[in-house]
């Protein structure tokens, strides 16, 4: 999703600085951003789980089971713009683990 190993943001990730980060700046800049509204759904689907992926605390990662089921799943509707969504608010999403 970034083009680059996710090394150095996920020692910002913590950082207060991080809570304005926008999800449209970390995205590979060399991929155009999405266009329609399904597909901006499923990229921020796809940062929220890996963000999720991502956590300091092993047993507060989702299994491949959850991503995949969360995946399979997911009929979410954006009632946001975007351009807007920061990697804060989808720090906060947890994963649904059966």
């Known amino acids: 999703m970034m083009g680059h190993h996710p090394g150095?943001?996920?020692?910002?990730m913590s950082k207060p600085s991080t809570q304005q980060l926008l999800v449209k700046h970390v995205l590979d800049p060399r991929i155009p951003l999405p266009k329609s509204r399904k597909d901006m759904q499923d990229v921020v689907l796809v940062v929220k789980l890996a963000l999720a992926c991502l956590s300091s605390d092993p047993k507060s990662r989702p299994s491949m089971q959850d991503v995949a089921n969360e995946l399979s799943a997911s009929k979410a509707s954006m009632n946001f713009s975007f351009y807007d969504v920061s990697i804060y608010q989808l720090m906060q999403y947890r994963v649904h683990v059966i």
Request: glycine letters at 0%; hydrophobic letters at 40%; charged letters at 20%.
């Open 8 to 12: 150095e943001f996920m020692s910002t």
